[in-house]
């Protein structure tokens, strides 16, 4: 969907056709609600926030409709005493999987690795275990994310070689050409169009037209906007 029919879609819902009642809606406004629209749908998918009460990857469907945020990106690990650790990429949104190879002084042939996500408050008890702690015989280990970063255990056990990163990117967010930019005073010199299938952007343009109707305190706009993003998600 290009730029200029989602900028019309999004005024006729609110100004029925041509009333002009909202005329003075700014193009950083509808901008800045369709990008909105953008996270809020991607949020709700990825949860199974939605109708069908189905997560990412549970249906074909989802699957489809998600796979243009699916991203792989090799990342570069720096070693610490007890683990890996690398900067996740600048786009990052949700975590899939991570993609990790190792040798050992023993093994020099890189070994892929079984990795399991766990939570940061049990890797004190989970590095000391000896079914579930990292394990290069049994090429298994422990992940975690803090701030910025992921990282990889080995107990000092093994070296990692390799490091990927399989995530949920942010979508790009819809930039109209000449319109002001919002965070720094600037115009848009280029437009930035919705990267998502028309079936999806038309949700997201009722959605952004249920925020622009709340912003406004239309609530029957508000009401039936919210109503179409219900229906279709």
Do not use: H
């Not at 730029?3 to 800045?32: G, P, T």
């Not at 009460?53 to 549970?58: D, I, L, M």
């Not at 990889?152 to 056990?157: A, D, I, S």
């Amino acid at each position: 969907m290009n730029n200029n029919l989602l900028q019309i879609k999004i005024k006729q819902r609110l100004n029925k056709i041509a009333s002009l009642d909202y005329d003075n809606i700014e193009c950083w406004m509808v901008q800045e609600a369709f990008n909105k629209a953008q996270l809020e749908w991607v949020r709700r998918m990825i949860y199974g926030i939605n109708t069908r009460k189905e997560g990412s990857e549970q249906s074909t469907g989802l699957v489809d409709d998600l796979r243009i945020l699916l991203k792989s990106e090799d990342l570069k690990p720096v070693e610490k005493q007890t683990f890996f650790e690398a900067t996740l990429p600048t786009d990052y949104l949700y975590y899939v999987r991570a993609d990790v190879y190792a040798n050992s002084k023993c093994c020099p042939d890189k070994r892929k690795m079984t990795v399991y996500e766990v939570e940061e408050a049990n890797v004190g008890v989970l590095l000391t275990s000896s079914t579930k702690g990292p394990s290069f015989e049994w090429a298994e280990t422990l992940s975690t994310l803090i701030g910025d970063k992921l990282r990889v255990y080995t107990n000092g056990e093994f070296n990692i070689t390799e490091m990927g990163l399989v995530y949920y990117r942010l979508p790009r967010p819809v930039q109209f050409q000449d319109c002001v930019n919002a965070s720094t005073g600037t115009t848009f010199t280029a437009n930035q169009e919705c990267e998502f299938k028309d079936d999806i952007a038309e949700v997201m343009v009722d959605q952004a037209a249920a925020i622009l109707a709340g912003d406004m305190e239309n609530i029957n706009q508000y009401q039936r906007e919210s109503q179409e993003v219900q229906k279709n998600s």
